[in-house]
């Protein structure tokens, strides 16, 4: 894809003139952080990064790619780690400057633009003691995050501003609750928003991995008693009081301390190198898995499912094999694994094929998160990631091929569509006909060929 011209982005400019837009190319003052992501291997030189600020904006960018057969991304936290937020010499339509969030305690709804993070949806939300199911172990039992979802306002690829919801453009609505990446740019969400007392019970502990044992014991019972009020991730993580990788957790309970400290006793009683729990404010339990504490460099993100019981001897050979690639890389002591076991009860009520979301099976989320800083280890990554992971398909899951094999925001460009999608791939691809015909939507999740990088 050939860079933007400079003729280009004057043109751009003219077509945004009388907007709030700002467009900002290179030279520009603000061009070097405009281009920087939370992973190092994502950043790339853009020919233009246009800051919008209004749903008409992004649909006027839209056209104008389009017409000119210009590469174009959307970028709004930055966060991911496949460069499905950066463009090499195109367009990145850039939503970090709608980050409004009105929050409506009368209906108890959640109007969110669509560059907010959910640091802006807890800070609107937690002073009326109410939240919105999010991307956290902190807010569990209401079901997946998309099923808190009234409707959305998107641009089209085709430039077209439409709603959708159970009322109108339900076709669109199904398909943007687990894929909507691929069909269009989400400006506005309509959530509903549920009561949360001022106090929670929670926090992060860390262990020797002598504990382990103890700990996967725990994780089994969590997993039969499916209590909805309960969170609970554990997984891997150096710690400098901690000669080898550390076991790390992190605790949930919406309820009173002594409910809390009944319910997770076997964790509480075992002798911790570090325990922070206590009773804290919503916002505050949230800020403990916040993306932006992990140092800045260079990252990946990734992870499979897995089914329970677990068995404690093949999660110490995880651990181990985590623990000798830390060792060998010391630079990537920032990387983390998580079981992440929030109870899916209440997300499995909602039929696979009612929402393109398929990932509604009997099981958790894994996640890895690899850190490093040296750009020459940029080439070992795959086969470390693959040589972790590969515990999970070898020891603990059986492969449904209806659900998700993977969660999708830790999915990267390796994972084939029906790995996402399961049974409602076929679903997504006949609507991807009639939404977005010449699959314009393909840089994160590309429903027909995610095994080739889009330029």
């Known amino acids: 894809m050939p860079f ?29 952080q405009s281009i920087q992501r939370w992973s190092e291997t994502c950043e790339k030189e853009a020919g233009a990064i246009v800051r919008v600020t209004s749903t008409s904006e992004v649909s006027t960018v839209i056209n104008f790619s389009r017409k000119h057969h210009i590469n174009f991304v959307v970028e709004s936290g930055g966060h991911s780690t496949t460069g499905s937020s950066a463009s090499h010499g195109g367009i990145v339509i850039s939503m970090t400057t709608m980050r409004k969030v009105l929050t409506d305690p009368a209906s108890k709804t959640v109007c969110v633009q669509g560059g907010a993070t959910w640091e802006d949806v807890n800070n609107s939300t937690t002073a009326f003691g109410l939240a919105v ?23 089209l690829a085709n430039g077209t501003i439409v709603e959708a919801s159970e009322t109108s453009n339900q076709d669109l609505f199904w398909a943007v609750r687990g894929a909507g990446q691929a069909f269009g740019v989400a400006t506005e969400f309509v959530f509903r928003a549920q009561s949360i007392p001022s106090t929670l019970f929670g926090g992060i502990m860390f262990f020797t991995v002598d504990k382990l044992p103890k700990i996967v014991e725990f994780a089994n019972q969590f997993d039969k008693k499916q209590e909805p009020r309960s969170g609970f991730f554990f997984g891997f993580r150096a710690h400098p009081l901690v000669q080898h990788t550390a076991i790390v957790a992190i605790l949930f309970y919406n309820g009173t301390r002594s409910q809390a400290e009944h319910f997770f006793a076997p964790l509480l009683s075992l002798d911790a ?15 403990l898995g916040n993306m932006e504490t992990v140092p800045a460099g260079r990252k990946t993100q990734s992870g499979t499912t897995v089914a329970f019981p677990l068995e404690a001897e093949n999660v110490r050979e995880i651990w181990t094999t985590f623990d000798n690639i830390i060792k060998s890389y010391p630079e990537m002591r920032d990387s983390t694994l998580a079981f992440e076991l929030l109870p899916y009860a209440n997300l499995r009520q909602v039929a696979l094929d009612q929402t393109a979301c398929a990932n509604r099976g009997p099981y958790y989320n894994v996640g890895l998160l690899l850190c490093w800083r040296n750009h020459e280890l940029d080439v070992k990554m795959p086969a470390l990631k693959r040589e972790i992971l590969a515990h999970f398909k070898r020891e603990e899951g059986d492969s449904d091929e209806s659900h998700a094999e993977v969660y999708a925001n830790y999915a990267g460009h390796e994972t084939r ?8 791939l076929p679903r997504l691809l006949k609507m991807k006909e009639k939404y977005d015909p010449h699959n314009v939507f393909r840089k994160w999740h590309n429903l027909h060929n995610p095994l080739s990088r889009p330029p």
């Open 273 to 287: 190198v570090l325990n922070e729990t206590d009773m804290m404010s919503y916002a505050h339990l949230c800020s």
């Open 417 to 424: 569509p029906n790995q996402l999608f399961g049974d409602n």
């Open 4 to 32: 933007l011209s400079h003729g280009r982005v004057l043109e751009l400019k003219e077509q945004l003139e009388g907007t709030r837009a700002e467009v900002i190319s290179y030279g520009s003052r603000d061009y070097v």
């Open 133 to 155: 199911v999010g991307a956290t172990a902190s807010q569990t039992g209401y079901g997946l995050t998309i099923d808190q979802l009234i409707s959305v306002k998107m641009v």
